[in-house]
């Protein structure tokens, strides 16, 4: 049955949640060598590295039970305001430098205005004019269209605003805005011209169906780029007692995620250094992009030992 489903796969079907079902039950080696190749055949052997600068932290007032940067927990990360451009550039510069293929500025807060909105737009044409060759993407909260026009015409082509989970579990991971609010703000930067990076978190306690659905309403929405993340549980959030996910099952969710969006960057985000060989397992089980160096509040893993291991491993960069 497995290779029926990734045959249907490869020549186009768009798979059902029926169809889904039994990648569940399936061998997991098995799984992660047709995840592959189906990457392969719709993604190429090209990996696809980005690269992210915290922009305003902490002080967040929403409630998400994830975040370090929510008011409401009291995880006492470093407060402060909207970055000096220069610093931003010349982080820009640097990643640029070694190779990275996407930049993006990230800020705390449901939504980003004002002069700080201004701000943004000002660092966003400096990078193009600086860094032409590296590609910008923002993560500034739930924007209206006016604002992504701005953020398209300062150079910005890919705006990332993760869903978290399935709609169905969204209101047990944070009340103070919707699911229906993502989705909104996401069609709305699509309308505007911008590609779409959007994806969630797993190690949530949401089941592997809860997962599914996210995967399926990515797709629904023709997201181009899909960051995984793996809950790195933060001391003094209402998560920081969540059971981790075994290896497996991360690896299996990733490998599901590929047969639902075939054509997308599945791109392995924070909580990668739980997965043995700095994430290795990952890239050979349908993931072709990650987020590289550190992340908002916690590390990652460098530049050059992420170079290293992709091309080693036989990956083109």
Known sequence: ?????????????????????PLLEADLCELSDMANKIRFKFCGNKINMCSII?????????NCKFCAQSKYHNTEIENYGFRDEKNIVEDCKKH????????SIV?????????????????????????????????????????FLRLRESGVTRYHCNIETSESYFSNICTTHSFADKIETIIS??????????????????SMEDRIDMAFTLADLGVNSIPIN??????????????PLSEDEIIRTIAIFRFINPRADIRI??????????????FLSGAN????????????STVLQDRKMFIDNGFEL
């Open 289 to 300: 992009a990650t987020i590289t160096g550190d992340f908002l509040t916690t590390t990652g």
């Open 189 to 206: 930067a699509q309308r505007a011209g911008l590609e779409i990076c959007s994806g969630g978190i797993i190690g949530m306690g949401e």
């Open 1 to 21: 049955m497995l290779n029926q489903i990734t045959e249907n796969v490869l020549n186009g079907v768009k798979l059902t949640k029926n169809d889904v079902l």
């Open 107 to 147: 800020t705390a807060g449901k939504a980003l205005g004002g002069n700080d909105f201004k701000k943004a737009v000002s660092a966003y044409n400096k990078m193009r004019e600086v860094c032409p060759n590296i590609n910008l993407c923002a993560s500034h909260g739930l924007l209206t269209y006016e604002q």
């Open 54 to 62: 915290n922009g305003r932290s902490g002080s967040c007032s929403e």
């Open 269 to 282: 985000a924070a909580g990668r250094r739980v997965i043995s060989e700095n994430g290795l397992r990952a």
């Open 96 to 103: 640029c430098k070694a190779g990275i293929h996407r930049y």
């Open 230 to 243: 793996i809950l790195n549980p933060i001391k003094n959030t209402p998560l920081e007692n969540a059971k």
